[in-house]
């Protein structure tokens, strides 16, 4: 059904800003890698895992505390709202995995696209204008009215929001970022369990393993964040966002 109002559009950073350190499911995601690439020689495995599952871990703490909340809270206020994610993670990692795995642990779904940082400047500083005209043309069947260019401004200046935890990372538009405390939980666990002894006899995983492994990691406990939570107190009052409304976000 098409939908005659305008949408709000909400755009997330991943790493830092809705979820902590994801460095050990990024290790888990890794092996796995290494052995899919032998999945298919008939003297090694004859089936793979498919899927990285790390729900229980972003359930522990590494989700950030509120976010699952603060989503709920928006779809109720603003009705129209589109919620999207912008991350400098890799397209493979970030669609067949981390992205999956947040919208389970938080019972929500993302709009796709997933960007990416195929779509951040060389320096990895991130561009809206090369995710927004993506986003437009995506919600235009949904919100028929953004086929006018009026409508498409007023979403732009008053409809719209990116969250990242690093400060000004938006080399275009750094007007349009609210910047979020860095969120460093990170939780330890047994990586090597989650593999069988066969699995992990094939060549390279002894290497990867006593390279990125062997560390000895502490676990960074910031479980008490509430960052989000303060976020919903202060969109209580919010109807328009827009530069201003953003500007007294960062100052308060």
């Not at 400098?88 to 696209?113: C, M």
């Not at 066969?198 to 393993?209: A, S, V």
């Amino acid at each position: 059904m098409k939908n005659k109002n305008l949408p709000y559009i909400f755009i997330f950073d991943i790493d830092n800003c809705i979820i902590g350190n994801v460095e050990y499911p990024l290790y888990e995601y890794e092996i796995m890698q290494l052995i899919k690439n032998n999945c298919n020689r008939k003297d090694i495995l004859k089936k793979c895992k498919k899927y990285i599952n790390f729900v229980k871990v972003l359930r522990q703490g590494l989700l950030r505390p509120y976010f699952r909340e603060f989503i709920k809270f928006i779809k109720k206020k603003y009705k129209t709202v589109e919620i999207y994610v912008y991350t400098n993670s890799s397209y493979h990692w970030t669609h067949n995995g981390l992205v999956y795995n947040i919208e389970k642990a938080a019972n929500i779904k993302f709009n796709k696209p997933y960007f990416t940082r195929d779509y951040s400047h060389l320096d990895m500083s991130k561009s809206l204008t090369n995710v927004l005209n993506i986003i437009f043309k995506k919600l235009k069947k949904k919100y028929p009215l953004l086929n006018y260019k009026n409508n498409r401004y007023e979403v732009f200046n008053n409809r719209l929001i990116f969250i990242d935890n690093i400060k000004d990372n938006l080399a275009d538009f750094p007007n349009k970022q609210l910047t979020c405390p860095e969120y460093k939980y990170s939780k330890k666990y047994n990586v090597i369990k989650k593999f069988k002894k066969k699995e992990l006899e094939i060549k390279g995983i002894n290497n990867y393993i006593k390279t990125k492994l062997s560390i000895n990691k502490k676990n960074e406990n910031t479980n008490k964040d509430i960052f989000f939570k303060k976020l919903i107190k202060k969109f209580k009052k919010i109807k328009n966002i827009n530069d201003q409304t953003i500007k007294n976000l960062n100052e308060n």
